[in-house]
């Protein structure tokens, strides 16, 4: 067999089984949603009041109430899952704890992207932001502009960002490369006598950090975003279709497990290495999923637990004897419903 194209850290639950959303659109209902999501966690606070402006020639500026965007801002502020029963209530049901949602359609300064939105909100405690964002496509979505300093924040990792005075700047570095979990280099913008530091790191920042930051001066801003997918922390147990028929036939592993090997390790899951017992196997399956829950990214129908559960009940457990069971039954339905459909024909002649 001719190897394939090697691909880069590719994750089943992030691009092949996720992101789950509701419709009619990625861009428009699950996009905004991971906008809100991210800005939410910028802000730091609860917010009370948000204002989000479309313009007018873009798509979110002439569909935003019918494709679901108001929606589904409101529902990731209100930091519930986008699959939740609330949805279509959301707007009335924001307004009712307290969280002043508007929306307006005016000429927007760079309106490069036809899912561009500006952001502007207001926290219980007073605490302010202003952002512009764009959804992209698929779910995916860029932060592009944050307090006015250009940035791209995407949520696949926890993004950091760190406004300090330029002669905080070797401290603030040093402090971040220090407590380690980073993915990728630390990223700076100047702006007269400040910098803005981006990091992405794996885990959430540490209340420890946090104070150790904010101790460098008395004017730092510390922000922080969520992921909006499973943070990539691990290496790949395979790179190509290939690689992955060699490694499951090498351990004697069924696709399926080889799956939530790879996925085990890539996003850094609990049982790294899938166990032995079909019972096991569907446990883990659950610990995926139940993550994927928590994230927001549900597999929809519960694949990932039918997936292993399927491999195991084939591989030993009477899944064979279930399958010819299944398979005559579709027979016998076959053949009513063709019955069916020759005493309409004869009835009809």
């Given amino acids: 067999m001719r190897p394939g194209p090697k691909v880069s850290r590719v994750s089943i639950l992030n691009d092949v089984l996720g992101p789950v959303m509701r419709g009619p659109s990625s861009s428009h209902t699950a996009g905004s949603y991971h906008i809100a999501k991210l800005v939410a966690g910028l802000l730091g606070d609860r917010p009370s009041r948000v204002r989000f402006a479309f313009d007018p020639l873009g798509s979110y500026g002439q569909v935003f109430r019918q494709q679901g965007v108001d929606r589904g801002f409101a529902v990731g502020l209100m930091g519930w899952d986008l699959t939740d029963d609330r949805f279509f209530d959301s707007l009335g049901l924001a307004a009712d704890a307290g969280l002043d949602i508007r929306f307006e359609v005016r000429p927007l300064a ?8 500006e952001i502007e909100m207001h926290s219980e405690a007073g605490r302010t932001l202003t952002a512009c964002a764009r959804s992209i496509g698929g779910g995916a979505v860029e932060i592009v502009d944050v307090e006015g300093w ?27 490369n220090a407590a380690g979990h980073a993915s990728g280099p630390i990223e700076s913008a100047t702006r007269g006598d400040r910098v803005l530091l981006h ?8 209340p420890e950090l946090r104070r150790e930051l904010l101790a460098l001066t008395d004017a730092v801003v510390v922000r922080q975003a969520p992921p909006i997918a499973f943070v990539k922390q691990g290496d790949q147990l ?10 499951a036939d090498a351990r004697g592993w069924s696709l399926g497990r080889a799956a939530l090997a790879y996925e085990a390790q890539l996003l850094g899951m609990p049982r790294g290495r899938p166990p032995r017992t079909g019972e096991g196997r569907a446990g883990h399956a659950a610990a995926l999923t139940k993550c994927a829950r928590d994230h927001g990214r549900r597999c929809r129908g519960h694949a990932a637990a039918r997936w ?7 591989q030993g457990h009477g899944g064979h004897a279930r399958e010819r069971g ?24």
Avoid: C, K
């Fill in 110 to 117: 760079h309106p490069d992207h036809p899912n561009t939105v």
């Fill in 150 to 176: 250009p940035v791209r924040l995407t949520g696949y990792t926890w993004e950091l960002l760190i406004d300090v005075p330029n002669a905080a700047h070797d401290r603030a570095v040093s402090a971040l």
């Fill in 199 to 206: 990091a992405r790191r794996t885990v959430a920042l540490t």
């Fill in 238 to 247: 395979f790179q190509s279709a290939a690689e992955m028929l060699a490694l």
């Fill in 308 to 314: 292993p559960a399927y491999e195991s009940r084939r």
């Fill in 326 to 349: 299944h398979g005559r039954g579709v027979r016998r339905a076959h053949r009513r419903l063709r019955r069916r459909r020759a005493r309409r024909r004869r009835d009809a002649g």
